[in-house]
C-alpha cells in the first residue's frame, strides 16, 4: 500500500480500530449497557430501530438543511457588504463577534415563544449558529484583498464593484467553501439542540425518548446518524471545492 492509498484508507482503519478497543472494553470490563453501550449493542437497537431512527434523521436532515440555507444567503450578502467597505468592516464586524459569543441554546426559549414548538425554533437555531463562519470567511477574502492588485486594476480602469465582483469574490472562494464545511458541522448541531427542548420529532427529540427509556443503544444511533449525515455534507462540500476551486490548492497537489 503505497503513500496515497494510505491516506485514503487512514480514516476507515482509525474508524475500525477504535470500535474494536470500545467492544473489547466494554465486553472484558462488562460494562453496562445503560452507562456505555458497545458498538454491537448500538447496531443492534439501530437495526431494531431502523424505520423510527430514519423518519426522525429525515426531519433533523431537511430542518438543518432549510436553515443553512438560509445561513448561506444571509452570510454571503452580510460577508458581501462588510468586506466591500472599511467602514463597514470596522462598524459590524465588532458588533457580529459579540453576537456570535452569545450561547445560541438560550435563544431556543424565546424562539418557541414566538414561532411555537416545531421546525421554526430548529431551523432558526441552525441558521443561527451556522451563519457566522460564513459571513466572516466571505468578508475576509474581500477586505485582504492586496492593495497592490486593486491599485494595478484601477489603473486599467477597473471600478470597485468590477474589482470586488470579478477578482475580490473569486479570490474568497476558498475561504467560502472552507466556511460550508465548518458550517454545516454547526448547523447540525444548533438543530439537534433545538430538537431536544423544542420539537416532538427529530433526532433531538429521539435523543430525550431513549434517555428517557434507559435505551442508551438508541441514544448512541441517534447520535451517529447525525454523525454521518454531517460528515457526508462536508465531504460533498470538499468534492464541490475540489473541483471548482484546484487553482487556490495547486501548491498541495501531486
Known amino acids: ?104 441554546a438560550a435563544f431556543v426559549p424565546i ?47 477597473a471600478r470597485r464593484w468590477d474589482v470586488l465582483v470579478k477578482v475580490g469574490l473569486p479570490r474568497s472562494m476558498p475561504y467560502f467553501y472552507g466556511s460550508l464545511k465548518v458550517a454545516i458541522t454547526l448547523a447540525f448541531v444548533g438543530t439537534t439542540v433545538s430538537e431536544m427542548t423544542a420539537a416532538n420529532e427529530g433526532i433531538g427529540y429521539l435523543l430525550i425518548s431513549a434517555g428517557s427509556s434507559m435505551q442508551m443503544g438508541l441514544a448512541f444511533s441517534g447520535l451517529l446518524v447525525v454523525g454521518i449525515m454531517a460528515m457526508v455534507m462536508y465531504e460533498l462540500f470538499s468534492f464541490i471545492e475540489k473541483h471548482t476551486t484546484g487553482w487556490a490548492h495547486r501548491g498541495s497537489q501531486g
Open 111 to 157: 424562539l418557541v415563544v414566538w414561532f411555537g414548538i416545531g421546525a421554526g425554533p430548529a431551523i432558526l437555531t441552525a441558521f443561527l449558529i451556522s451563519f457566522f463562519p460564513i459571513m466572516v470567511n466571505i468578508a475576509t477574502g474581500l477586505a485582504t484583498l492586496e492593495p497592490e492588485l486593486e491599485d494595478v486594476l484601477r489603473v486599467l480602469g
Open 1 to 104: 500500500m503505497n503513500k496515497k492509498q494510505m491516506e485514503r484508507w487512514s480514516p476507515f482503519l482509525l474508524l475500525v480500530a477504535i470500535i474494536v478497543i470500545w467492544e473489547v472494553i466494554c465486553s472484558g470490563f462488562q460494562v453496562s449497557e445503560f452507562i456505555f453501550p458497545s458498538p454491537s449493542r448500538i447496531w443492534e437497537q439501530t437495526v431494531e430501530f431502523k424505520e423510527v431512527i430514519l423518519g426522525h434523521a429525515w426531519r433533523t436532515f431537511w430542518v438543518t438543511m432549510a436553515g443553512f440555507a438560509i445561513a448561506i444567503v444571509v452570510g454571503v450578502l452580510l460577508g458581501f457588504l462588510i468586506g466591500s467597505s472599511r467602514i463597514a468592516y470596522a462598524a459590524v464586524y465588532p458588533l457580529m463577534t459579540a453576537f456570535n459569543a452569545l450561547p445560541k
